[in-house]
T-cell receptor
Framework: SQELEQSPQSLIVQEGKNLTINCTSS?????LYWYKQKYGEGLIFLMM?????EEKSHEKITAKLDEKKQQSSLHITASQPSHAGIYLC????????????FGSGTRLQVQP | DARVTQTPRDKVTEMGQEVTMRCQPI?????VFWYRQTMMQGLELLAYFRNRAPLDDSGMPKDRFSAEMPDATLATLKIQPSEPRDSAVYFC??????????????FGQGTRLTVV
């Protein structure tokens, strides 16, 4: 099955700072998803990237897909306390069944 | 406001009891996933359905877990008998396979299960 490794596992930044979270796959990426989770709540869909080196932005969050490196990065500009939470990357398995599996997550804290 | 609805939100039960968790997927979605989240294992895929047919349940302990979709508006995950190691948050997600074959999945709020 597809294995997704996220780095760093946890991150503490000062409000206003930029940060990057990485997600690397052991297999070819066909669909890469970023979600955010707050403690005790469900996952909130942020964005989806598909084959072809796609890049998407939503407010201050930008995600890129590097299919050659089998890697995606999530970049937050001018972080705010509202960005705190756990960020998870998920990916489609290219087995025709399209099972969505996830990395272990990156815990982000933003200090005011 | 379309959303995935899970019930119950919290469940505390004694070891050996049967537990049933329910999920109402977003209307029109053709794929339903069941996940379990723990601190140690993270988010694990247990089973998923496409057009109500089970595609893969290899992530589930077969002897005690079962997942069904009796109709398009209801998915269930049952544990019988429950054990303390089943304590976790169980998430249901529904999605729609798009033209490129990828699935945007939306999650419910989860069922927090505690087996004592």
């Amino acid at each position: 099955s597809q294995e997704l490794e996220q780095s760093p596992q946890s991150l503490i930044v000062q409000e206003g700072k930029n940060l990057t979270i990485n997600c690397t796959s052991s297999k070819t990426l066909y669909g890469l998803y970023w979600y955010k989770q707050k403690y005790g709540e469900g996952l909130i869909f942020l964005m989806m990237l598909q084959k072809g080196g796609e890049e998407k932005s939503h407010e201050k969050i930008t995600a890129k897909l590097d299919e050659k490196k089998q890697q995606s990065s999530l970049h937050i500009t001018a972080s705010q306390p509202s960005h705190a939470g756990i960020y998870l990357c998920g990916a489609d398995e290219d087995t025709g069944r399209r099972a969505l599996t996830f990395g272990s997550g990156t815990r982000l804290q933003v200090q005011p | 406001d379309a959303r995935v609805t899970q019930t119950p939100r919290d469940k505390v039960t004694e070891m050996g009891q049967e537990v049933t968790m329910r999920c109402q997927p977003i209307l029109g979605h053709n794929t339903v996933f069941w996940y379990r989240q723990t601190m140690m294992q993270g988010l694990e895929l247990l089973a998923y359905f496409r057009n109500r047919a089970p595609l893969d349940d290899s992530g589930m302990p077969k002897d005690r877990f079962s997942a069904e979709m009796p109709d398009a508006t209801l998915a269930t995950l049952k544990i019988q008998p429950s054990e303390p190691r089943d304590s976790a948050v169980y998430f249901c997600a529904s999605g729609l396979v798009n033209g490129r074959g990828t699935t945007e999945a939306f999650f419910g709020q989860g069922t927090r299960l505690t087996v004592v």
